[in-house]
């Protein structure tokens, strides 16, 4: 199982080699019984978005600021890959 603590601060590539950025916050979606990850909130647009509180009101982020759960193709300790 992955936790939230285990994937904030890692480090984010693609996977021909072009850092993305660190990972600075989550976004999630609730259901019924379970809370979803959904992406990751990187790079400047990721930090920014954590400091004004990351909710629904904190305002727009870029779409390179997400990345999507889906895109991520291998988790290690401390890094993470995501498709180019």
Do not use: N
């Amino acid at each position: 199982m992955i936790r939230a603590s285990d994937l904030l601060g890692c480090v984010v590539h693609t996977e021909s080699g072009k850092k993305v950025g660190r990972v600075h916050d989550l976004r999630a979606k609730t259901t019924e019984s379970d809370c979803l990850l959904i992406g990751l909130m990187v790079g400047r647009g990721g930090m920014l978005a954590r400091l004004a509180g990351g909710g629904a009101g904190a305002g727009p982020t870029r779409g390179d600021d997400v990345v999507p759960w889906h895109a991520i193709t291998d988790l290690k300790e401390g890094h993470i890959t995501i498709r180019d």
